[in-house]
C-alpha cells in the first residue's frame, strides 16, 4: 500500500550528520506524551545509556502531547489518522520509524489499536502501557472498570506487544506497578495517581529491554544478572542505509 496520502510528512527527509549507533526510541501517542517526557528526562539524566528518543509521532493533529514533546527539543511529527485507512496510515508510520532508524516503539496512550501485520513487521520491539495489572481489566477506562469491580488494588502494566494481546489481555509483561485504591477513589483521581507510576514503569521497561539480560521462557520473562547483550548491537543491521526525518515535518495539507 502506498504512503501518498501522507507526502507531505514523508517527503521531509534529510540524511543523518552521523551513523553512531544507539539503541534509538520512538514513541507513538495519541494526546499526552507523560511516560515519553519522563524518557526523555531520564535519557538526559543517565538513567538509560545508550538510548536515544529519536522520535515522537502523534495522530492527532494539534495534541498537547506533540507540543509538550517539542517543547523539549524532541521530533514530533502529527500523521493524522483521521480520513485514512489503518493500513495507508500504517505504512507510513512503519516508514518513519524505519527512516529514523528506530529500534524500538513504545506506544502509550495510543487511540487505535496496531493491526497484527504491523505488529508482525516489529516482533519483539513494541512495547504498550495499560492503566491496570494485567490480564486483569483489559480493554477500554481500565480505571472505571477496576473501580466498579471494587478491586482494592490496581496498577499499570508495560508489556510487549504481540499477537496474542488481544486473547490474552496483553503480551509477555516487562514492568508492573501496584498502588491501592482508596474509598473514595474516582476514575480521575486514580488516573493521577497512576501517572508517576506510569512513567516510572516504563522507564524501567526500556532498561530491561536494552540490557538484554533477560530470556523468554512461553510467556515468561526470565531477567538474568550475567547477560549482558546491548540491543543495540541485536538492531546493528537491522535499518542499514535509514535516513532521518526533519522535525518540520507535519501533516499533509
Same mark, same amino acid.
Given at each position: 500500500?502506498?504512503?501518498?496520502?501522507?507526502?507531505?510528512?514523508?517527503?521531509?527527509?534529510?540524511?543523518?550528520?552521523?551513523?553512531?549507533?544507539?539503541?534509538?526510541?520512538?514513541?507513538?501517542?495519541?494526546?499526552?506524551?507523560?511516560?515519553?517526557?519522563?524518557?526523555?528526562?531520564?535519557?538526559?539524566?543517565?538513567?538509560?545509556? +545508550?538510548?536515544?528518543?529519536? *522520535? $515522537?509521532?502523534?495522530? %492527532?493533529?494539534? #495534541? &498537547?502531547?506533540?507540543?509538550?514533546?517539542?517543547? =523539549?527539543?524532541?521530533?514530533?511529527?502529527?500523521?493524522?489518522?483521521?480520513?485514512?485507512?489503518?493500513?495507508?496510515?500504517?505504512?507510513?508510520?512503519?516508514?518513519?520509524?524505519?527512516?529514523?532508524?528506530?529500534?524500538?516503539?513504545?506506544?502509550?496512550?495510543?487511540?487505535?489499536?496496531?493491526?497484527?501485520?504491523?505488529?508482525?513487521?516489529?516482533?519483539?520491539?513494541?512495547?504498550?502501557?495499560?492503566?491496570?495489572?494485567?490480564?486483569?481489566?483489559?480493554?477500554?477506562?481500565?480505571?472505571?472498570?477496576?473501580?466498579?469491580?471494587?478491586?482494592?488494588?490496581?496498577?499499570?502494566?508495560?508489556?510487549?506487544?504481540?499477537?496474542?494481546?488481544?486473547?490474552? +489481555?496483553?503480551?509477555?509483561? *516487562? $514492568?508492573?506497578?501496584? %498502588?491501592?485504591? #482508596? &474509598?473514595?477513589?474516582?476514575?480521575?483521581?486514580? =488516573?493521577?495517581?497512576?501517572?508517576?507510576?506510569?512513567?516510572?514503569?516504563?522507564?524501567?521497561?526500556?532498561?530491561?529491554?536494552?540490557?538484554?539480560?533477560?530470556?523468554?521462557?512461553?510467556?515468561?520473562?526470565?531477567?538474568?544478572?550475567?547477560?549482558?547483550?546491548?540491543?543495540?548491537?541485536?538492531?546493528?543491521?537491522?535499518?542499514?542505509?535509514?535516513?532521518?526525518?526533519?522535525?518540520?515535518?507535519?501533516?499533509?495539507?
Amino acid at each position: 500500500m502506498s504512503s501518498d496520502g501522507f507526502s507531505g510528512a514523508l517527503s521531509a527527509v534529510v540524511r543523518p550528520e552521523s551513523s553512531k549507533r544507539s539503541c534509538r526510541i520512538g514513541f507513538l501517542i495519541s494526546d499526552g506524551a507523560g511516560p515519553c517526557l519522563a524518557v526523555h528526562e531520564a535519557i538526559a539524566a543517565g538513567q538509560l545509556p +545508550g538510548c536515544t528518543l529519536a *522520535l $515522537v509521532i502523534c495522530n %492527532i493533529t494539534g #495534541a &498537547p502531547g506533540t507540543e509538550a514533546a517539542r517543547a =523539549q527539543g524532541l521530533r514530533a511529527i502529527t500523521l493524522e489518522g483521521r480520513g485514512h485507512e489503518q493500513r495507508e496510515h500504517e505504512e507510513a508510520i512503519d516508514t518513519l520509524l524505519r527512516r529514523m532508524s528506530v529500534d524500538l516503539l513504545c506506544v502509550s496512550g495510543y487511540l487505535r489499536v496496531l493491526s497484527r501485520d504491523f505488529i508482525r513487521r516489529w516482533p519483539g520491539r513494541i512495547l504498550t502501557l495499560h492503566n491496570s495489572l494485567l490480564p486483569a481489566f483489559p480493554g477500554a477506562m481500565p480505571e472505571r472498570q477496576a473501580l466498579e469491580f471494587g478491586a482494592q488494588v490496581t496498577g499499570c502494566t508495560i508489556s510487549i506487544l504481540d499477537e496474542t494481546a488481544d486473547a490474552l +489481555g496483553g503480551g509477555p509483561i *516487562l $514492568v508492573q506497578r501496584a %498502588i491501592p485504591i #482508596a &474509598p473514595d477513589e474516582t476514575v480521575t483521581s486514580l =488516573q493521577k495517581r497512576l501517572a508517576p507510576e506510569e512513567d516510572d514503569a516504563y522507564v524501567e521497561a526500556i532498561r530491561r529491554m536494552c540490557s538484554g539480560d533477560y530470556k523468554m521462557e512461553g510467556r515468561r520473562l526470565v531477567f538474568l544478572v550475567q547477560e549482558s547483550a546491548s540491543l543495540s548491537d541485536d538492531f546493528e543491521t537491522t535499518n542499514e542505509g535509514s535516513e532521518a526525518v526533519s522535525d518540520k515535518a507535519e501533516t499533509p495539507a
